[in-house]
C-alpha cells in the first residue's frame, strides 16, 4: 500500500476514493471498504482512502476530543490488511479547515482524480460542514464522476460507530467492542526500557511504546501478544497510569507473556484485549500489589483454559 501525504496539485491517475477518519477501522469501516475495494478492481484503478491527521474534533476541540482507537501507525496497517492501495494523509489544519465545500471538491477532483466517490451517510465536508452528499451529486455530474452513499453498518441490532466501540471499551465491555470492530480492540507499539520494576517483582514486562494522551481503557486484561514468533501468545496486560507505584499521570502498557522469556526490546508489538480482569487500583504494599498480579496471572491463564 502506497501512503502520501497530501494531496498532489494534479492526478497523474484516476482512483476510485473514499474519506474520512476510518478510525477504529469497524466493520461498518470494513464494509464501505470492501464495496471501495471491489469498485476499483472492476474499473481496474487503485482504491484510494484519503483521512486527516490529527482528526478534525482534535483540531477544533482537543481537550473534549474523545480518546482515539488507533494510532495513525495502526490505522495504516488496518487499511492496508483491507486491500486499499492508496492512502492520503491530509493536515487538518486552520488553511485546511477554511476550504469551502466547492474548494474541497474542486481539490480532490483535481489532486486525486476521482473517477468513482464511496462515502459514509453522515459524511460533511467543507467549511461549517456545508458540503453533503447532494452538494458531491451535483459535483459528480459537473465533473463526472459517479456518487455513491453507504448506510451505516447495523450489527446485531446496533449501529457500529467509532463511539459505540469507545463506549463498550470504557464499559470494560471487551467482547461487545469486538463484535462492533469485527476482531479484538488492539494497540501496538515498540517495546522500550522501563523501570524494570515487574521483573524485580517476579513478572516480567514489555513495556510497550504510547504515543497518544489518552486510551480509550484502562485496568487488566486477558491478551494475546502478536509480533514473537509466528503465534500470538498468551498473558495479561495493564494500561493505565500504575497508582501503587507512580505519583503521575503518564500512560503505560506494560504486558506480561506466559512462559516466555527472550529480549524484546524495540520488537514491535501488537496486544490483543480479550477481556477485562479489573480496573486499576491503588495497593497499600509492593506485597499486596504482587499478591493481585499473581490473582491476575491465574485468572488470565483460567480464562485461556476455558476458551
Not at 496539485?9 to 466493520?27: C, E, M, P, Q, W
Amino acid at each position: 500500500m502506497q501512503v502520501f501525504r497530501g494531496i498532489p496539485a494534479r492526478a497523474s491517475h484516476s482512483t476510485v476514493l473514499t474519506i474520512g477518519n476510518f478510525d477504529g477501522v469497524h466493520r461498518g469501516h470494513r464494509a464501505l471498504l470492501a464495496r471501495l475495494t471491489g469498485l476499483a478492481k472492476q474499473a481496474g484503478l487503485p482504491a484510494a482512502v484519503m483521512t486527516f491527521e490529527p482528526n478534525p474534533r482534535e483540531f477544533f476541540a482537543p481537550q473534549l476530543a474523545p480518546a482515539r482507537l488507533t494510532s495513525l501507525r495502526e490505522k495504516l496497517q488496518l487499511l492496508a490488511e483491507c486491500g486499499v492501495d492508496q492512502v492520503y494523509v491530509c493536515a487538518f489544519n486552520a488553511r485546511f479547515a477554511a476550504l469551502t465545500a466547492d474548494e474541497f471538491v474542486e481539490r480532490i477532483v483535481r489532486g486525486l482524480g476521482v473517477r468513482h466517490l464511496m462515502i459514509g451517510d453522515d459524511f460533511r465536508f467543507g467549511k461549517g460542514r456545508a458540503g453533503d452528499f447532494a452538494l458531491l451529486a451535483r459535483a459528480g455530474k459537473e465533473y463526472g464522476f459517479g456518487v455513491e452513499a453507504m448506510d451505516t453498518l447495523v450489527h446485531e441490532g446496533e449501529r457500529v460507530s467509532s463511539s459505540a466501540v469507545r463506549e463498550a471499551l470504557d464499559a470494560g465491555d471487551l467482547e461487545h467492542a469486538a463484535r462492533l470492530l469485527g476482531r479484538p480492540y488492539c494497540i501496538a507499539g515498540r517495546v522500550v526500557h522501563g523501570e524494570k520494576l515487574g521483573r524485580k517483582l517476579g513478572y516480567a514486562t514489555a513495556n510497550i511504546q504510547l504515543k497518544r494522551l489518552k486510551a480509550p481503557l484502562s485496568g487488566v486484561f486477558v491478551v494475546t501478544v502478536d509480533g514473537i514468533g509466528g503465534r500470538p501468545l498468551e498473558g495479561v496486560a495493564s494500561l493505565g497510569v500504575r497508582p501503587t507505584v507512580s505519583a503521575g499521570d503518564k500512560l503505560t502498557l506494560e504486558a506480561s507473556i506466559f512462559d516466555y522469556e527472550g529480549d524484546l526490546y524495540y520488537a514491535h508489538l501488537r496486544v490483543n484485549f480479550l477481556h477485562k480482569l479489573r480496573d486499576e487500583v491503588k495497593f497499600d504494599s509492593l506485597d499486596a500489589l504482587v499478591a493481585q498480579i499473581g490473582r491476575d496471572v491465574d485468572a488470565a491463564r483460567g480464562y485461556f483454559a476455558a476458551a
